[in-house]
């Protein structure tokens, strides 16, 4: 069934489990058009951009509507440095956040440090804002979001947390933010690749969380925290260390048909292959594959040949799903490559798409339609006498 966007139906409507193709909004943000393996940031390749562009530039590109000119970026990077330094009230409670419980959760720990964020500086809901002061918000939490991250890591090892580096850009200072070492350039243009192509895809489940709560009016942090919550699942963006556990798994190249079959017959599912909108390969992994190889080593090369070979015994198992390597599969592998711990792995992927969720959310505000689905009731037909 079709409907317009516009026009206000009555009565209920069937949609597939999953919402899955049901166009719910319209946005210029971008698209993913996943039987071409191909999608975009406004009008551009979202891979040209990656492999052209800084982190800012697109930023800038999500938030503004355009690609900055050369005195526009300069003015877009001395407007970020103050926003990436910590407020003193934040400072003070990480260190109880990131001592918290037996194993280190660094989403949790940034979905509560932005919460004291929101508090301290006193957001407002985005229905009272106006989109100047809702624009500030966004670019506030955007900017912080790396430097919280990089300092619970380092507090929950044992080490002093840094301040950012004003010279350095996104990639640059995540890197310089984790390791404390000045950042290789090589190794720089691969994170720099990497979060560029990770910064928005179309109306995953976090992304259509942040929307949902931005449609209710609440304030800037509210809605990026819930996107951290829907990001953090295994089927989402908790995925990049566990694809690379996977290698570990395997071992070997002469064990990897046993480990493949073995996954599909008990049901469980390979990370890092197959994705919910492309039906051919995902362009991200193949630009990250292209990366990886650059990077050099012995795991890119067992990671290729365990990529080849998964996707053809999946071929096999699974004939007619087309599922190949996703962005995650690779992402693990340059990430492994460039010195960042497994545990960073998907706040690395959260340090870009924060930027994603915010534009998102700005979007979202310029409308006043609150996002309102219904749901079928299938429990016991009411209405039945309440026990005395």
């Known amino acids: 069934m079709s409907i317009s966007l516009e026009s206000p139906v009555d009565g209920p409507i069937e949609v597939p489990a999953g919402l899955r193709n049901v166009v719910v909004t319209e946005t210029r943000l971008g698209d993913v058009r996943g039987d071409e393996g191909f999608y975009h940031y406004r009008q551009y390749s979202a891979i040209d951009l990656a492999r052209s562009k800084t982190v800012e530039d697109v930023w800038f590109l999500l938030f503004e509507g355009r690609l900055p000119d050369a005195a526009e970026r300069a003015g877009f990077l001395a407007e970020l440095a103050p926003l990436r330094v910590l407020p003193t009230e934040v400072q003070a409670v990480l260190p109880a956040i990131a001592a918290a419980g037996s194993a280190f959760n660094p989403l949790a720990g940034l979905r509560t440090a932005l919460s004291l964020l929101a508090a301290a500086r006193e957001l407002p809901p985005l229905w009272d804002a106006d989109p100047a002061r809702r624009k500030a918000d966004a670019m506030l939490v955007c900017a912080v979001t790396p430097t919280i991250l990089a300092a619970l890591y380092r507090l929950r090892a044992g080490l002093e947390p840094l301040e950012p580096r004003e010279e350095l850009g996104a990639a640059a200072q995540w890197l310089y933010l984790v390791t404390g070492e000045a950042p290789d350039a090589t190794k720089t243009r691969a994170i720099e690749h990497y979060l560029i192509s990770t910064i928005d895809h179309g109306f995953n489940a976090s992304t259509f969380t942040a929307r949902v709560i931005a449609s209710t009016g609440a304030d800037v942090v509210s809605a990026v925290a819930g996107a951290i919550g829907a990001f953090s699942g295994p089927l989402h963006g908790g995925?990049?260390?566990?694809?690379?556990?996977?290698?570990?798994?395997?071992?070997?190249?002469?064990?990897?048909?046993?480990?493949?079959?073995?996954?599909?017959?008990?049901?469980?599912?390979?990370?890092?292959?197959?994705?919910?909108?492309?039906?051919?390969?995902?362009?991200?992994?193949?630009?990250?594959?292209?990366?990886a190889r650059e990077l050099s080593g012995d795991l890119v090369d067992f990671a290729t040949t365990v990529e080849q070979r998964i996707v053809e015994v999946l071929a096999e198992l699974k004939p007619g799903r087309n599922l190949y390597a996703n962005v995650e599969f690779y992402a693990g592998v340059v990430m492994s490559l460039c010195g960042l711990p497994r545990e960073l792995f998907t706040p690395t992927f959260a340090v870009s798409r924060v930027i994603g969720w915010s534009a998102n959310i700005l979007e979202q505000a310029g409308t006043s339609k609150i996002i309102r689905p219904s749901a079928r009731y299938v429990g016991e037909a009411p209405p039945v006498p309440v026990p005395a």
Request: avoid cysteine.
């Open 239 to 291: 995925a990049p260390d566990r694809a690379l556990a996977s290698l570990d798994e395997i071992g070997t190249p002469d064990r990897i048909d046993a480990w493949v079959r073995a996954k599909v017959s008990s049901g469980d599912r390979i990370m890092g292959f197959g994705h919910a909108v492309y039906r051919t390969e995902d362009p991200r992994s193949l630009m990250l594959r292209d990366i």
